[in-house]
């Protein structure tokens, strides 16, 4: 297992970025997002009250299922639809997670 | 005309803090917010979740704090203009900002002091063809005043907690409610979630679940709304009179954007000496300022709302010294 991983994310004008994030600090996918000087609005900094920090996760990995609290606020700001929507301040970056590749997704950017 | 000493853009935590901090120096504040109540996102998005890094509160509900900076605040009589969003700016002859709003209403100040955290919220809008066709003619998304609601057919959507307590107070109000949601469960406080069912069970409101509004008809104003159930696709007609969408809000910049501030992302640039912004007169604090090391915390927000009113009683009052007073020393001295 490694203890730095590759997340590959593709942003709102399509440009791939590869970002390396350690996995024992305990960050989420948004906040490695951040860290890494990529644009996303987050709003309410990681309490999955928003959902501006929607990803469209692009290849299967063994994500962590969704809390209620995450599938309500999805489904209230009009993504669950879209298929493999999930909150990226939800998602716990971990080893298994290594190559995990998303999309940043609408209502993110401004 | 409203006329003030500081005119601050944003209700929320900084911007009321702002005011007490204003007041100890004798400078006169007014907010404007597009929200109709005080608060902020601390309002608007979390106002039941605990707060830990407040210096000398070990925790405190998002809520309550905003409770205690407009209670602190209330020495200095603050103006508030709610509801209503900052549109434009002109500067006056005599050097002053005249800043109106949407709705119209001007203010008059030499200073202004943005501190619209992430901007101004906008409400979230579901997709259905016409929506916007039916705007201010049968379709809200924020309830205003309620007795507009009085005897008349009302069609609620959304799961959350707004949705809820609507509900459960326009039952009382309306002719008619109805409340329409997407899936199966709520997402609200359990004590209105269980009062929702109850009204439903007694035959008071009536609850369509895995449905949602996706038509809309009607000559001029509102008439129907067309709902389809997830089940089965069916859809049904309901005549309405009010389509009140509750899906909560997301914050915009706005119109800030066109008012030639230096932005960098959807932040103001200021110089971290005293929060100026490029535009003399105008300063950005708290979320929606951006310099070298920045935090968006709530803390910084009330440190950079101290340090801008010191520089911006300098602005106003260029020959007159500050000399700092301490509280504990001087009091709080009430306009």
Known sequence: MEAVININITDLLGNKHQIKVPTDM????????????????????????????????????????????????????????????????????????????????????? | MIETDILIIGAGPCGLFTVFQAGLVQLHCHLIDSLPTAGGQLTEIYPKKPIYDIPGFPIVMAGDLVKNLTKQAEPFKPGYTLGERAEH??????????????????????????????????????????????????????????????????????????????????????????????????????????????????????????SEVTGINGVGKLENLEITNFDNDEITKVSADYFIPLFGLSPKLGPLKHWNLNLHKESIKV???????????????????????????????????????QSAHKYIYPDKNLVLKYTTVSGVKAF
């Open chain 1, 26 to 110: 305990g960050l989420n996918l948004m906040e490695a997002i951040r860290a890494n000087d990529m644009q996303i609005k987050a709003t309410c900094g990681g309490m999955a009250m928003c959902a501006s920090c929607h990803v469209v996760v692009c290849n299967s990995r063994a994500l962590p299922p969704m809390s209620e609290d995450e599938e309500a606020m999805l489904d209230d700001a009009f993504l669950l639809d879209i298929p493999y929507s999930r909150l990226s301040c939800q998602l716990k970056l971990t080893p298994e997670l290594d190559g995990l590749e998303v999309k940043l997704g609408e209502g993110t950017g401004e």
């Open chain 2, 89 to 210: 700016i002109e500067k006056m002859e005599d050097g002053r900002w005249k800043l109106t709003t949407n709705k119209g209403t001007e203010h008059l100040a030499p200073v202004i002091a943005i501190a619209a955290g992430l901007g101004c919220f906008e409400p979230r809008k579901p997709e259905i063809p016409n929506l916007i066709d039916f705007e201010d003619k049968g379709v809200d998304y924020i309830v205003k005043d309620p007795e507009k609601y009085r005897d008349k057919n009302v069609v609620i959507s959304g799961g959350g907690d707004s949705a809820l307590d609507w509900t459960i107070f326009l039952a009382d109000v309306a002719k008619s409610v109805t409340l329409i949601h997407r899936r199966t469960s709520f997402r609200g406080h359990l004590d209105s979630v269980k009062k929702v069912n109850d009204l439903a069970a007694n035959g008071k409101i009536k609850l369509v679940l895995n």
């Open chain 2, 271 to 309: 110089n971290p000496q005293d929060y100026s912004t490029n535009i003399p007169g105008i300063y950005a604090i708290g979320d929606i300022n951006d310099y070298p090391g920045k935090l968006r915390l709530i803390l910084c927000g009330f440190h950079e709302a101290a340090l801008m009113v």
